[in-house]
């Protein structure tokens, strides 16, 4: 097939690309890579480059590339009826089995679910539903939001805000005021080199106690946080952090949202991760993996105890004021069940549990020891290697150096993907949960031989 040799110039000259330096691109200092097809790991480009994929696009593509069985139910779905809104009681096949499935795999305690496109739209729609929750309790005054550095939920103005990312608030006029953030539940950075993993879930709960006391737990209307810390370094919480948060969210009637964007559906081996790590949420934010990026989608579940309170709301003040136009999209719900169906018929979330657990294990076995490696962590189907100057007194590399773009640059020469994450000089690896144990030899041994090169 002829290609469009325009295509690559169309590209510098038109197409503004998220998460990218401007000038660069725009001048062709860049390379720019243009993705033509894709089946299980593996992704082609346009130059017939097979790469697999170790990070699933963004963490999103659960279920591999190529399933024609997505593929055919979206057709399905376009050609019985493309589109119809969900305002005002109105719905379809899809989004109404959508939301029952959802609910089937939810933590028991949930209730309905709100549908969006993006994660960050998702949170927004949170905060609105904490607000307005509060606002039907009487309590106006209950509006800040706590989330942790290092976090992050999105790009919107409050979701941009929640984030606690430099570089998601530099010269954006974020966070807003309602937002504060508090420690991160990072323990290879702890300030405190002699503090226990038991000692640092202490300090953790306690600062942010300190925290709601100073602001006043009447202003505080909930927290928000990702069962493992996802963009800001892929960090398993240390031991006992949940129960330990949840206790302090407990004593000051405090909401939690917890930011599943990345780990619902399977990615820790379990369907959430507020079921791997006994969170109790009010409210869980979903993506990604609800569709496996077949088509965009998201959503908001909603406990019982807060949907009961959204009906009161209602009851006084009329209709609820918020909606998207393409909320619960027909064809965005039909990729959704399709997922969810192959997810199950696949096994992927216990296969996820244990290639998780194979990952981890051989990227610790191939890169412990290396004397610029400061840390191999992970979770499920999450890993991250981080990468230092000086291993025995936890000297990191200086940022200019760019040490960790450049390991995934090398690991790319290899016919790998890997994500160079922000803040750090950190490796991350989220593969599809469809990966097998030979491909996931493929990545260690990529990521060793880049390191090596990289690092010495």
Not at 292 to 309: C, D, H, N, Q, R
Request: with cysteine; glycine share 10%.
């Amino acid at each position: 097939m002829l290609k469009n040799d325009h295509l690559s110039q169309w590209d510098h000259d038109h197409f503004f690309h998220p998460s990218t330096h401007l000038g660069q691109f725009a001048r062709g200092e860049m390379p720019n890579r243009i993705i033509t097809g894709g089946e299980g790991v593996y992704i082609v480009d346009r130059e017939d480059n097979r790469l697999l994929d170790a990070f699933a696009g963004l963490y999103c593509v659960n279920v591999g590339y190529g399933r024609q069985e997505i593929a055919e139910a979206i057709a399905a779905q376009a050609r019985e009826l493309s589109y119809y809104h969900s305002y005002v009681g109105h719905g379809t096949e899809s989004s109404i089995t959508l939301a029952k499935m959802i609910i089937e795999r939810a933590p028991e305690n949930m209730s309905r679910v709100y549908f969006g496109l993006g994660g960050s739209d998702a949170n927004e729609t949170n905060i609105k539903l904490v607000w307005y929750y509060n606002n039907v309790l009487g309590r106006p005054e209950k509006k800040k939001i706590i989330s942790r550095w290092r976090g992050y939920h999105g790009s919107g103005l409050m979701s941009g805000s929640l984030t606690g990312l430099e570089l998601f608030h530099k010269q954006f006029d974020l966070p807003l005021a309602p937002v504060l953030h508090t420690d991160a539940p990072y323990y290879y950075r702890r300030d405190d080199l002699s503090l226990s993993e038991e000692a640092f879930t202490a300090q953790c709960a306690e600062r942010l106690e300190a925290l709601i006391l100073k602001e006043g737990a009447d202003t505080i209307a909930a927290f928000i946080g990702e069962p493992v810390l996802g963009t800001g370094g892929l960090v398993p919480p240390p031991a006992g952090y949940w129960q330990a948060i949840q206790a302090v969210l407990d004593k000051h009637d405090i909401l939690l949202i917890a930011d599943e964007v990345v780990t619902g559906f399977g990615r820790l081996g379990t369907a959430f991760g507020s079921d791997h790590y006994g969170m109790r949420p009010e409210l869980i934010t979903i993506a990604k993996g609800l569709t496996s990026a077949y088509a965009p989608l998201s959503g908001t579940i909603v406990s019982e105890k807060m949907w009961k309170v959204l009906e009161q709301g209602t009851d006084k003040f009329g209709p609820i004021g918020h909606g998207w136009t393409y909320s619960a999209h027909p064809i965005c719900a039909a990729a959704g069940v399709a997922n969810l169906k192959l997810i199950d018929q696949l096994g992927l979330v216990e296969k996820a549990g244990v290639m998780g657990e194979y990952l981890n294990k051989a990227m610790r076995d191939a890169l412990a020891d290396h004397p610029h490696v400061g840390e191999v962590r992970g979770e499920g189907m999450l890993c991250a290697v981080e990468l230092v100057e000086n291993k025995e007194d936890r000297i990191f590399y200086d940022a200019s150096r760019k040490i960790g773009p450049m390991v995934a640059a090398e690991m790319l020469k290899r016919g790998v993907i890997a994500r160079a994450m922000p803040q750090g000089d950190i490796i991350g690896f989220s593969p599809p949960l469809c990966i097998e144990k030979s491909e996931i030899d493929i990545v260690v041994d990529a990521a060793q031989n880049a390191i090596a090169v990289c690092c010495g």
